[in-house]
């Protein structure tokens, strides 16, 4: 099953999602959209719904993580299915490192919250080397192997985004702009 949007906002409620992560998501729920919606356009196959439970769920196990330690991405899909939200929780589950990612493959749901998330930084939509930027000072802390790995996994979202953006009417650099557009949290859901 696929939350609503009113169901997920039940959920970041019942989970204790903070304010600022609860932001956080709704800006990457926009981004998410936008490229979502675009796709759509350009004739992929991608489901809305699934884009926007997971974009608005990403982040539903960071208190609980930062409280008590552990990976808040695999703690997030758990609670995917601990809910019945099968359908989303390997959205959830991969939006910090993507596996089993294919170039040449159709375009997945979790690619595109993965990629939306690497794009905001707090509440605002950066470029990703500013965010790169940001997750090494925050996490890497001068240890080689963690920047190794941020490193890599930015890799991996720039050969994302040279995906996604190759069937877009827009550009990377646009989607800030396009997002400051948006009335409302939910956007183009309806």
Same mark, same amino acid.
């Given at each position: 099953?696929?939350?609503?949007?009113?169901?997920?906002?039940?959920?970041?409620?019942?989970?204790?999602?903070?304010? =600022?992560?609860?932001?956080?998501?709704?800006?990457?729920?926009?981004?998410?959209?936008?490229?979502?919606?675009?796709?759509?356009?350009?004739?992929?196959?991608?489901?809305?719904? @699934?884009?926007?439970?997971?974009?608005?769920?990403?982040?539903?196990? @960071?208190?609980?993580?930062? @409280?008590?330690?552990?990976?808040?991405?695999?703690?997030?899909?758990?609670?995917?299915?601990?809910? =019945?939200?099968?359908?989303?929780?390997?959205?959830?589950?991969?939006?910090?490192?993507?596996?089993?990612?294919?170039?040449?493959?159709?375009?997945?749901?979790?690619?595109?919250?993965?990629?939306?998330?690497?794009?905001?930084?707090?509440?605002?939509?950066?470029?990703?080397?500013?965010?790169?930027?940001?997750?090494? /000072? /925050?996490?890497?802390?001068?240890?080689?192997?963690?920047?190794?790995?941020?490193?890599?996994?930015?890799?991996?979202?720039?050969?994302?985004?040279?995906?996604?953006?190759?069937?877009?009417?827009?550009?990377?650099?646009?989607?800030?702009?396009?997002?400051?557009?948006? @009335?409302?949290?939910?956007?183009?859901?309806?």
């Amino acid at each position: 099953m696929v939350p609503t949007p009113q169901e997920c906002m039940k959920l970041t409620d019942r989970y204790g999602m903070p304010d =600022n992560i609860r932001t956080h998501s709704l800006v990457v729920n926009k981004c998410a959209l936008l490229i979502g919606h675009g796709l759509k356009a350009s004739g992929i196959e991608v489901s809305v719904e @699934k884009i926007t439970a997971g974009a608005l769920l990403h982040d539903i196990a @960071k208190r609980l993580c930062l @409280k008590n330690g552990g990976n808040h991405a695999a703690r997030g899909r758990e609670i995917c299915i601990e809910n =019945n939200f099968h359908e989303i929780a390997d959205i959830v589950g991969e939006h910090v490192c993507l596996s089993r990612y294919s170039s040449g493959g159709p375009i997945r749901e979790k690619e595109i919250v993965y990629y939306a998330d690497k794009r905001v930084n707090h509440d605002e939509v950066v470029g990703l080397d500013e965010r790169l930027a940001y997750i090494l /000072r /925050r996490y890497a802390k001068a240890k080689e192997d963690i920047s190794r790995s941020i490193l890599e996994n930015f890799r991996l979202c720039k050969a994302v985004e040279q995906k996604l953006f190759a069937r877009l009417p827009f550009r990377p650099q646009d989607l800030g702009d396009l997002v400051g557009e948006i @009335k409302g949290w939910n956007c183009a859901y309806e």
